[in-house]
């Protein structure tokens, strides 16, 4: 691409000949930070370059500008915003980058129930069972503390109960956190040096379909981790 | 969110929470869960043996108030209807009758799958509605070809 001022080529937010802003563009926000599509990320450094864009981008310094450059300007701030809160968090930046690969993770659940309607066939559950049984389980447990703490506020036993709850789902938490972690490096080890995807296209969707499988999974734990939270405070 | 009036009709007083025994034979049970949300929810029915008829449903919903809703609904729905009829109820059926708004569909998506897994349930549990529905079926294509 040619930079539109100056005619040299240019890539990135400016033209490194003129230093002129360059065109907002549709972008994955990977590419809006120049990152290849890799799951760990340094943060500091993240954190480092959304400060300098943020300020660089920033639409007041474009107030002199041509008109085109101040829309520009807002339309790579707000990039740069979304982009920097999806990316900041493991779990948002995980699914952004499935979506990124073509997963749709609101509905697989729903096209799920559509097939089985049609075919009359038993539905597949995108989570394991003996998950749900527990989960279910648990919330069941939940609901009994919940309504003894309402009956007996102080009753030791049921504060206990809850916290040794909470120590638990936390837990499942962490190991969670621990499995995603070696998906991350498993993921980012298929991104060769120089390139920003996975090149072993087969390997791509293995370990894509893993942290599918690990985010759906997560979502159970989580709201009984926020549940058990309430409950105590 | 605002909820309709219906929901919140459902949400404020439930039909038909609660439990059924697991382990009777009569008794078919769905356990679901939505991967969107987090949210789970398991619903029973006791199935009248001669006639297939859904004499009881009951349901337990872990979840928003969509969700809880659609369940008390799809309780109300079922029961008097044979477990072919019951297999009919798609969840447009229930998103139009609570109206609820796009990002809510998945919670109505969770009770259908909640009737169709507690049917499924009950049949392993009775071959022999397997059959009953095969044979109507071969009926069916009999009348078909003669015609
Ligand atoms: S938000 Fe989870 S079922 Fe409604």
């Given at each position: 691409m040619l930079c539109w001022s100056c005619r040299q080529p240019a890539s990135g937010h400016?033209?490194?000949?003129?230093g002129k802003i360059q065109p907002a563009q549709a972008t994955d926000y990977f590419s809006f930070f120049s990152?290849?599509?890799?799951?760990?990320?340094?943060l500091p450094s993240l954190e480092r370059e959304f400060y300098r864009l943020s300020r660089k981008l920033h639409p007041d310094l474009f107030a002199r500008g041509s008109a085109q450059e101040q829309e520009w300007s807002t339309e790579k701030t707000s990039q740069l915003n979304d982009a920097y809160r999806t990316l900041k968090d493991p779990i948002a930046r995980t699914g952004y980058l499935l979506e990124l690969e073509g997963v749709k993770l609101e509905e697989q659940s729903r096209s799920a129930t559509d097939a089985a309607r049609q075919t009359g066939a038993e539905k597949k559950q995108v989570v394991p069972p003996d998950l749900l049984e527990e989960v279910f389980e648990l919330n069941m447990q939940l609901e009994e503390m919940r309504m003894n703490k309402q009956v007996g506020e102080d009753d030791p036993n049921i504060v206990r109960d809850l916290q040794q709850a909470q120590q638990h789902f936390e837990q499942k938490l962490n190991e969670l956190t621990t499995e995603l972690q070696n998906d991350w490096n498993e993921w980012d080890a298929l991104i060769p040096a120089g390139s920003t995807e996975p090149q072993d296209q087969q390997a791509r969707i293995r370990v894509r379909d893993k942290m599918v499988d690990l985010l759906n999974r997560r979502s159970y734990i989580r709201n009984l981790v926020r549940d058990v939270n309430e409950a105590l405070s | 969110m605002a909820y309709s009036n219906k929901v919140l009709d459902h949400y404020t007083n439930?039909?038909?929470?609660g439990t059924l025994d697991?382990?009777?034979?009569d008794v078919g049970t769905g356990l679901v869960g939505a991967p969107e949300c987090g949210d789970v929810m398991r619903l029973q029915i006791k199935v009248?043996?001669?006639?297939?008829?859904?004499e009881e449903a009951k349901f337990k919903t872990f979840g928003c108030g969509s969700a809880i809703a659609s369940s008390s609904l799809a309780t109300e729905w079922i029961q008097g209807k044979n477990v072919e009829d019951a297999l009919?109820?798609?969840n447009t059926d229930i998103v139009k009758e609570l109206s609820l708004p796009p990002v809510k569909i998945h919670c109505s998506v969770l009770a259908e799958d909640a009737i169709r897994a507690a049917i499924n349930d009950w049949k392993k549990k009775h071959p022999e509605a397997h059959a009953a529905a095969a044979q109507s079926e071969v009926n069916q294509a009999e009348v078909n070809t003669t015609a």
């Open positions: 400016f033209c490194p000949s003129c990152l290849p599509r890799k799951l760990n990320i340094d | 439930p039909r038909n929470v697991k382990s009777s034979v009248n043996p001669e006639t297939h008829v859904i009919k109820i798609s």
